[in-house]
T-cell receptor, first 114, second 116 residues
């Protein structure tokens, strides 16, 4: 079945450090890939997405590239800020199937220290 | 415009009681999803409604869980005879046509359920 695996946290970085959160997936068909973010006390928000191989999603300085050959969608940011502290979820949706429900990774908590 | 809303925001109930959780999707969104977020299991899909089609119930953990969607809009998730392991945050999301290029799920703030 479809699944998403992302690196376990927590991840603690200093402000302006480089961030990578690894995400790999297993899927039949051609899934769309997403990163969602959950800030403290808030609901899940879409951060970025990519719908086909080699697409790059980007938002708020974050980016991730859909790599079909390595079944990966790693999240990166060149210089993190304290305000980026949140839990990040990688997810996939197999739109080739009969439904579009999301399958999530377990989440990675990021803490950025000033 | 208004986002997805859920009520109540918090619910504390005694083991064995029934609870109903409500979700109001974004107007015009044809698809509605329920998920559960718990410490041990992460984010799990529960049930999916698309238009007037029969719902996909494949994620429901037991027959104590059920959901309905009236008039293609508001949805209610019902948990009967609640157990302590049902304690979690229940999230609702809605989207436009899941097969379309603008597909994106918008999440509500969730209902935190605590079973004592």
């Amino acid at each position: 079945g479809n699944s998403v695996t992302q690196m376990e946290g927590p991840v603690t970085l200093s402000e302006e450090a480089f961030l990578t959160i690894n995400c790999t997936y297993t899927a039949t068909g051609y899934p769309s890939l997403f990163w969602y973010v959950q800030y403290p006390g808030e609901g899940l928000q879409l951060l970025l997405k990519a719908t086909k191989a080699d697409d790059k999603g980007s938002n708020k300085g974050f980016e991730a590239t859909y790599r079909k050959e390595t079944t990966s969608f790693h999240l990166e940011k060149g210089s993190v800020q304290v305000s980026d502290s949140a839990v990040y979820f990688c997810a996939l949706s197999d739109l080739g199937g009969s439904q579009g429900n999301l399958i999530f990774g377990k989440g990675t908590k990021l803490s950025v220290k000033p | 415009g208004a986002g997805v809303s859920q009520s109540p925001s918090n619910k504390v109930t005694e083991k064995g009681k029934d609870v109903e959780l409500r979700c109001d999707p974004i107007s015009g969104h044809t698809a509605l999803y329920w998920y559960r977020q718990s410490l041990g299991q992460g984010l799990e899909f529960l049930i999916y409604f698309q238009g007037n089609s029969a719902p996909d119930k494949s994620g429901l953990p037991s027959d104590r869980f059920s959901a309905e969607r009236t008039g293609g809009s508001v949805s209610t998730l019902t948990i009967q005879r609640t157990q302590q392991e049902d304690s979690a945050v229940y999230l609702c999301a809605s989207s436009l046509d899941p097969g379309g290029p603008a597909y994106e799920q918008y999440f509500g703030p969730g209902t935190r359920l605590t079973v004592t």
